[in-house]
């Protein structure tokens, strides 16, 4: 085996292929240097995307002129000095890739001066030319100007998104950098067309600034102080509740992070507040000692690790709830762990066969045995990372290979199944469960729940073969949408259209539906708009599909024979004719089953005829 020690120009790509994977990536080094500058005013202005330039300006403290020949070479920062410092990072950039990396993939220009220098300095890098450096009339702060991105890479950029998108993707990141610092201006300008324009006013100023008149309105102050933790922010009232998580920020030490246990804690917090398929608006501040969060755990670092001692959970549960509560008349006191223990013990209660003595005596048992099995962290954090993980039915822990083994069982396709013409009707039970006898086999069917899957197949059947009729709305339902949502909807705009509704935009950041498919007619445009924009992130597809889907199960389901209704043999024997022609499936649209089967060596064990 031969070693290779790479050269500079391609180890310079590969670290710029982890730093540089889109204008998005280029924008978010480059205000995240702003703001380690110190700047109180920051300007973003892309064109085409950020493809064919970006400039960040600012009034930080620039870059002595010693200094600037430096700024180029991998691994040069001015925010790490020591191995110390690894440990209490309260910059937001410290690895010292940024500039390197985008200079790699890129052409760049860097405009910079001191409050202490005459004169501002450029250092000018085009690919494949030397680095030529120069003084020349400048403000102080410092100017990058990044130009023509992967021109040195096509097959880079051919992984790019349009231009539009990738706009969308800036766009949406620029947002959350105006409500993480909410005491710095921010001017976002994309082809000369001004997007957002924050002043540095604070947290309702900056929230104005991104979602405008209405949110301010609906907001609910939050700040708690534990220790040397401090939560502060705003959350949504319930009835301003969003259909995905994009209205959702979460600031630590200045930093906008993703964190799924806070996500939860704070989703869980709302609890019944929420309808279903709705996420709290939120925008919340955590500070905490810088030597308790490990922020090197990832490139983009957006991710967070924090030390063993700290359990935000229960923090940020109690914080939000006791802001939802300020809606109610009344005080309330919570205890995070009684909560819990509480929630449990009612599921547990409901599974009476796990018990052989006295239920209270019982449960103490468990709950006692769960803290031993559990620590403190996972019992903090409320009962559904506990329930999540608890066969109730056996009071069992299920771990993850049971529990992939059961998202696994989801995937097998459902049974089918038909008669043949030995078959005979026995008769009904309660007018609702027909009695079917087929060789050694005796069939127990629902006969409204057949008779729904019989009609949503054919609905279903409709669509497929694309017999979709279209009906124009009288007056187009106008609706409002952040930077992802509209990218999310330019994207799909033809596969919505494929499935019979028709949207487009109508200005800036709103959407007009102008038509609907037949079977929908009686649809809640609202409903199904908070539907469609629910979790945009894994979106298919087969998520609006499912949206027409349910549609179908509901008409199926209004138009079925109804449990109770006295079927003559001969319209049972039409559904049996109906089943046979469709090859239907086991379960109504729902999901409940519609036919159970028994086997005679089942019904002999019975009678104990067999062993």
Not at 164 to 188: C, D, G, H, M, W
């Amino acid at each position: 085996m031969k070693i290779n020690i790479l050269p500079k120009e391609i180890f310079n790509l590969i670290a710029a292929g982890e730093v540089v994977e889109r204008p998005a990536s280029v924008i978010k080094e480059l205000i995240e240097n702003s703001i380690d500058a110190k700047a109180s005013d920051i300007s973003i202005y892309i064109e085409n995307g950020g493809l064919k330039s970006m400039k960040i300006i600012d009034n930080g403290t620039g870059i002595e002129k010693s200094e600037i020949p430096k700024v180029l070479l991998p691994h040069s920062t001015s925010k790490i000095n020591s191995i110390e410092d690894l440990s209490k990072i309260g910059t937001l950039g410290f690895r010292g890739e940024a500039l390197a990396s985008i200079s790699a993939v890129s052409d760049i220009i860097i405009t910079t001066k001191t409050i202490d220098d005459e004169l501002g300095t450029r250092l000018t890098q085009i690919q494949d030319l030397p680095i030529k450096i120069e003084e020349c009339g400048a403000s102080t702060g410092t100017t990058v100007e990044v130009l023509n991105l992967f021109k040195n890479i096509p097959a880079r950029a051919k992984f790019l998104k349009k231009p539009k998108s990738e706009e969308q993707e800036i766009t949406n990141l620029v947002a959350r950098y105006i409500l993480a610092n909410p005491n710095i201006s921010f001017k976002y300008m994309a082809d000369n067309k001004l997007i957002y324009q924050s002043y540095g006013r604070g947290k309702q100023d900056s929230i104005f600034s991104i979602y405008g008149k209405e949110t301010i309105s609906n907001l609910i102050a939050i700040d708690r102080k534990f220790k040397d933790i401090h939560i502060h922010g705003y959350i949504g009232k319930p009835s301003f509740s969003k259909p995905n998580r994009t209205y959702q920020t979460l600031v630590l030490n200045g930093r906008y992070i993703q964190n799924q246990v806070i996500q939860t804690a704070i989703t869980n917090a709302y609890g019944d507040f929420l309808m279903k398929r709705q996420y709290p608006f939120y925008v919340i501040f955590i500070e905490m000692p810088l030597s308790d969060v490990d922020v090197n755990v990832h490139p983009n670092k957006m991710e967070v690790r924090f030390s063993n001692n700290i359990n935000l959970y229960p923090l940020i549960f109690e914080t939000v709830v006791r802001g939802l509560h300020q809606l109610d008349s009344e005080p309330h006191t919570l205890n995070i762990e009684q909560t819990t223990k509480e929630i449990i013990k009612d599921n547990y209660v409901q599974n009476k066969e796990v018990f052989k003595e006295d239920n209270n005596h019982a449960f103490d048992n468990y709950w006692n045995s769960m803290q031993l099995l559990y620590n403190k962290e996972s019992i903090a954090q409320g009962p559904n990372t506990i329930m999540q993980n608890i066969d109730l039915k056996t009071g069992e822990v299920v771990f993850n290979d049971h529990i992939q083994q059961a998202n696994d069982n989801k995937n097998i396709k459902q049974a089918k199944f038909a008669f043949d013409i030995q078959h005979r009707i026995i008769g009904k039970l309660f007018n609702t469960y027909l009695i079917i006898e087929q060789g050694d086999e005796v069939y127990f069917i629902d006969q409204h729940a057949m008779h729904e899957r019989l009609l949503y197949d054919k609905l279903k059947e409709e669509i497929e073969n694309n017999e979709i009729t279209i009906q124009p709305m009288l007056i187009p339902h106008i609706f409002a949408v952040n930077s992802l949502e509209q990218n999310f909807l330019e994207e799909h705009k033809n596969e919505f259209k494929a499935l019979g509704f028709e949207i487009d935009s109508f200005g800036d950041n709103s959407y007009k539906l102008s038509s609907i498919p037949s079977i929908c007619s009686d649809i809640s445009i609202n409903e199904f708009m908070s539907s469609v924009l629910s979790d945009i992130k894994n979106f298919t597809i087969n998520t609006t599909s499912e949206i027409i889907k349910d549609k179908l199960a509901t008409k199926a389901c209004k138009a079925a024979v109804k449990a109770g209704n006295d079927l003559s043999d001969n319209e049972i024997e039409k559904l049996i004719q109906m089943i046979n022609e469709t090859n239907a499936t086991l379960r109504c649209p729902h999901g409940r089953p519609a036919v159970i089967k028994l086997k005679k060596a089942e019904i002999e064990k019975w009678f104990k005829r067999i062993v």
